[in-house]
């Protein structure tokens, strides 16, 4: 997603990047159609968001 995203808008796009596009996507539905499902995706998002930043911290981690 976030290799995609980069060459489409011409800017690096970080895949935390992406998951929050699609977290806002998600609270958009929320404000429209509050349903059970859609929470379960947020908080899904938010599970991924955070997988995706303490990888990132790892491998900051071994390098230094």
């Given at each position: 997603?976030?290799?995609?995203?980069?060459?489409?808008?011409?800017?690096?796009?970080t895949?935390q990047?992406c998951?929050?596009?699609?977290?806002?996507?998600?609270?958009?539905r929320?404000?429209?159609?509050?349903?059970?499902?859609?929470?379960?995706?947020?908080?899904?998002?938010?599970?991924i968001?955070?997988?995706v930043?303490?990888?990132?911290t790892?491998?900051?981690?071994?390098?230094?």
């Amino acid at each position: 997603c976030a290799v995609i995203a980069s060459v489409l808008i011409g800017r690096t796009v970080t895949p935390q990047d992406c998951v929050k596009v699609l977290m806002a996507l998600k609270q958009a539905r929320i404000a429209e159609q509050n349903s059970p499902e859609h929470m379960k995706d947020l908080a899904g998002y938010t599970d991924i968001l955070n997988q995706v930043e303490c990888a990132e911290t790892n491998k900051k981690e071994m390098f230094t």
